[in-house]
């Protein structure tokens, strides 16, 4: 299993930018994914993450102006960023729950992977 996030660049402050993170390879689905980001000299933080008949839920900062959501179906998780401001800059990473096998009674078996990040740059 591999994830490929695209989507970061440059972009002023207002801006958005649409963060995508597909999962290939052995996978029947994707059951959760989340993102993080790390700003220079900070730790990684996590920003938002949806899962399977759960809420999203997103880190305070960014309520309001980010909205995550998963297609099954693509085997994607995206991050739509409205409203950007400088202190979103970072490299984003994203991490999904791949289900990579369905038992005979159903019970989907997977792991957590992780994504390459994509560098996001807001300037003022």
Not at 1 to 17: D, I, P
Not at 39 to 48: I, Y
Not at 117 to 122: D, E, K, R, Y
């Amino acid at each position: 299993v591999q994830l490929q996030a695209s989507g970061g660049g440059l972009v002023q402050a207002g801006g958005s930018l649409r963060l995508s993170c597909v999962a290939s390879g052995s996978v029947f689905g994707v059951n959760a994914g989340s993102w993080y980001r790390q700003a220079p000299g900070k730790r990684r933080e996590l920003v938002a993450v949806t899962t399977s008949g759960g809420p999203t839920e997103y880190e305070d900062s960014v309520k309001g102006r980010f909205t995550i959501s998963r297609d099954n179906a693509k085997r994607t998780v995206y991050l739509q960023m409205d409203s950007l401001k400088p202190e979103d800059t970072g490299v984003y990473y994203c991490m999904l729950h791949v289900v990579e096998r369905i038992g005979d009674d159903g019970s989907k078996y997977g792991m957590d992977y992780w994504g390459k990040g994509t560098l996001v740059t807001v300037s003022s």
